[in-house]
C-alpha cells in the first residue's frame, strides 16, 4: 500500500486536513486540490503547510482544465473527493453555485480521471464524502412495523407545534436508525446536489476506469471545522455564539434529533473506506448511531464552554424542510469496513469547546 499517491480535493478542510495526516503510513505521496473558499478558510487564507511529502495545489474543482492537470500530474490510486458547497440552507439560495460545484465539480473530476487512466495512471479507487442529507428525513416505523422516509412536515404542521412527521391514514410513526435501504428523499438543493455525485460515480465507474466508495456523513463535528462559516456546522456556529457572549436560539421545541459523528472517527471511515481490499458495494452509512437532541448538546456544550448552562431558548421558530430525526444505522460500515466509531459524544464535545475556546483566544474574533 506504500507505494501509492492520494488525491484529495476539498483537503485543506475540516475533514480533509484530518485526512491527509491519517493517510501518510498508507500511502508514498498526497496532493491536496483545494480552492481555499473564503467562506471556509476566509478572505486572506494562505496555503497551508502539510510538510512531508504532500503537494498542495490551489484549485477549484470547476476549473477543468486545472483538475485535469493535476490529477494527471498526480497519477492517484486513492481519490478523496470532499471539496463541496456544503450550507444546507445556502443552497436554496444559491442554486446555481451549489449545482456547480459539487454536481459539475464531479464530473470534470471523473473526466480528468478518464484522460489519467489513458495516460497510464493506474485504476484508482474514489472515496466519496457523500451525506446523509440525501435521505431526506429519517427513518420511521408505522405501527404495522413497515419501515418508511418520515414524509415532510408542512408550515402549518411546524406552526401548531406538531412536529413529529405523520403519515396519513397510518397512525403514529416511530423514529428509528436510517439504514442505507431506505429510498433518498433528498429535502434541500444541497442534498439534491450530494445524491447526484454518488450517481454519477457509480455510473460513470461502472466503465471501469475507477472504482468507488460512497460514505455517508451525518452531523459531523470537532475540532477545525470553520468557526467562522455561519452556513454549516450546527456546534461550530453554536461555540461561536457563546464564545462571542450571544444566547443560543434553539428551534422547535428543542427536541430534534441528530446522530454527531466525531471528526477523527469520520477520517478513520474514510482511510478504512480507501484501504479495504474490495471497496463497500452501495453506499455505507457513517455516524456515531446515537440520538442526540439538540438541546442535550446545547447544554453539554455551553457548559464545556464555561457558559451557564441554560443560556438558551428554545422558540418554537423552524426552517421549512428541516429534518426532524436523523441517526444512522451504522451495522454496514462494521460489517463491511470493519470500523465503529471511537470517540463519545462526551468526549468530542470537551475536545471541540476547548478547541474553540483557545482558537477564540488566539483570533480575538471568529
Ligand atoms: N461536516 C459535515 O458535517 C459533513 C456531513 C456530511 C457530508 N460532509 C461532506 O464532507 C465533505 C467535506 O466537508 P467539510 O466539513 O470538511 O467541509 P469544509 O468546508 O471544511 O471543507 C471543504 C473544503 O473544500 C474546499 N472547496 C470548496 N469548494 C471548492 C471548489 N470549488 N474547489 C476546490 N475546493 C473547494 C474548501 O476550501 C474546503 O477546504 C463535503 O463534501 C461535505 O459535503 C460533511
Redesign the pocket.
Known amino acids: 500500500m506504500t507505494d501509492r499517491t492520494a488525491f484529495i ?8 486536513s484530518r485526512l491527509v495526516a491519517a493517510l501518510r503510513p498508507h500511502v508514498s505521496r498526497i496532493v491536496v ?5 473564503p467562506q ?2 476566509g478572505a486572506d487564507a494562505q496555503p497551508p503547510s502539510f510538510g512531508g511529502e504532500t503537494e498542495f495545489i490551489r ?4 476549473d477543468a482544465e486545472a483538475l485535469r492537470e493535476a490529477v494527471c500530474a498526480a497519477k492517484p490510486s486513492l481519490v478523496f ?6 450550507g444546507t440552507g445556502q443552497s436554496y439560495d444559491e442554486p446555481a453555485r451549489y449545482n456547480n ?1 459539487n454536481v459539475m ?1 464531479t464530473a470534470w473530476l471523473i473526466e480528468a480521471l478518464r484522460v489519467a487512466r489513458k495516460g497510464g495512471a493506474p485504476k484508482c479507487r474514489v472515496v466519496l ?5 440525501v435521505y431526506g428525513e429519517g427513518a420511521y416505523r408505522t405501527p404495522e412495523g413497515d419501515l418508511v422516509v418520515g414524509p415532510v412536515r408542512t408550515p402549518e404542521d411546524l406552526s401548531a407545534g406538531r412536529y413529529l412527521p405523520v403519515l396519513q391514514g397510518r397512525g403514529a410513526l416511530t423514529p428509528c436508525p436510517t439504514p442505507e435501504a431506505l429510498t433518498p428523499a433528498p429535502a434541500s438543493v444541497y442534498a439534491s446536489t ?1 445524491l447526484m455525485q454518488e450517481y454519477l460515480l457509480e455510473q460513470c465507474g461502472a466503465e471501469g476506469d475507477y472504482e468507488v466508495a460512497i460514505l ?6 470537532g475540532p477545525g ?2 468557526l467562522r ?1 455561519p452556513y ?2 450546527v456546534l461550530s456556529i453554536f461555540s461561536s455564539q457563546v464564545l462571542s457572549g450571544r444566547a443560543l436560539e434553539i428551534y422547535e421545541d428543542g427536541e430534534i434529533v441528530r446522530d454527531f459523528v466525531f471528526v477523527d472517527d469520520v477520517v478513520s471511515s474514510l482511510v478504512a473506506a480507501g484501504t479495504a481490499e474490495t471497496p463497500p458495494s452501495g453506499p455505507v452509512n457513517i455516524g456515531s448511531g446515537y440520538p442526540a437532541t439538540i438541546r442535550e448538546v446545547a447544554e453539554t456544550l455551553l457548559e464545556r464552554l464555561g457558559a451557564t448552562r441554560s443560556n438558551y431558548s428554545v422558540s418554537g421558530k423552524f426552517r421549512p424542510g428541516d429534518i426532524r430525526y436523523a441517526v444512522a444505522d451504522i451495522s454496514r460500515a462494521t460489517s463491511l469496513l470493519g470500523w465503529t466509531p471511537k470517540v463519545s459524544l462526551d468526549e468530542g464535545l470537551t475536545s471541540l469547546a476547548d478547541w474553540a475556546k483557545e482558537t477564540y483566544a488566539r483570533e480575538g474574533r471568529l
Open positions: 480535493t476539498g483537503g485543506a478542510g475540516f475533514i480533509g486540490f483545494d480552492n481555499l473558499h471556509v478558510h484549485g477549484d474543482v470547476t473527493h470532499l471539496a463541496a458547497e456544503t460545484v465539480g464524502a457523500g451525506s446523509r442529507a450530494k455517508r456523513f451525518q452531523n459531523v463535528y471545522q470553520s462559516n454549516t456546522g
